[in-house]
């Protein structure tokens, strides 16, 4: 890992339909984005956010981070990641593409992802986090967290929005007791080359019936490794998430 170059790339959009400018909503006196660029520094010392507006990239200059104007017209945080490489320059070999909207992404997350790469067949490393009984059997079935399949090397097999796999003759309420099932975070790191490979893919049928991106690399055989997280991060996507965020970061700021 230590001699691989990283480069972490935040993309940060201010037109998300269900909170706009979320970036710059403020989080404990701060702007969220803040929060993000914070954690992700402590460990990849290369970053910067690529954002389609003005406002997120004043905001992120003003408070002595690196920002980069990309256009509003791409579908995917992969493909914004992709045109803040070209940009960017210099000439890193991974290209970790975190959220925007994580404000408590953990460096332990962060270095558990850029571990994925000591393997040097991972093409594309994601997190995961094993689901627990307190979670409960709605958070399990939620479709809104996808869930991923892992082989015994730790790579994906499969993401979907449905629970996978099914435990034949297991009640369904014993399920989160009788096996481990992951929770997929949306957290990626490409080697450069895989970056430029999959922007170019056209959208697959299983990326379109689910509406998972992650599939389409998986159908075009790509090798996604994935790194085991047991922290639990908030990401914000609405008003209510930030509220939440509030919360657990006066928690935080307590203990």
């Known amino acids: 890992m230590d001699s691989l170059k990283f480069l972490a790339v935040i993309p940060a959009r201010y037109a998300s339909t269900r909170f706009p400018g979320k970036p710059l909503a403020r989080l404990g006196g701060e702007p969220v984005i803040r929060h993000v660029w914070k954690q992700v520094t402590q460990v990849f010392a290369d970053a910067a956010v690529a954002t389609d507006d003005p406002r997120i990239y004043d905001a992120v200059e003003a408070f002595g981070g690196r920002a980069v104007m990309t256009s509003p017209d791409h579908r995917s945080g992969t493909d914004r990641c992709r045109e803040a490489v070209d940009k960017l320059g210099g000439d890193p070999d991974v290209i970790v593409n975190v959220q925007g909207d994580e404000p408590f992404i953990a460096p332990s997350q962060l270095q558990a992802i850029a571990r994925c790469f000591d393997d040097p067949s991972t093409d594309i490393a994601t997190l995961v986090k094993p689901f627990t009984e307190a979670d409960g059997l709605d958070a399990l079935e939620n479709p809104n967290s996808p869930k991923v399949v892992l082989g015994s090397a730790g790579q994906a097999l499969y993401f979907s929005r449905s629970v996978i796999p099914y435990l034949r003759g297991v009640p369904r309420e014993e399920w989160l ?37 992650q599939l389409r690399w998986l159908e075009n055989g790509f090798r996604i490794r994935a790194g085991i997280s047991d922290v639990e991060t908030i990401g914000i996507d609405t008003p209510e998430d930030l509220a939440k965020a509030e919360e657990f970061l006066k928690l935080k700021m307590k203990n």
Not at 178 to 187: A, E, Q, S
Not at 192 to 213: D, G
């Open 177 to 213: 007791a009788r096996h481990t099932f992951y929770k997929h975070i949306g957290m990626y790191a490409f080697r450069r080359e895989t970056l430029y490979k999959v922007t170019a893919l056209p959208q697959s049928a299983l990326e379109r019936a689910e509406s998972l991106e």
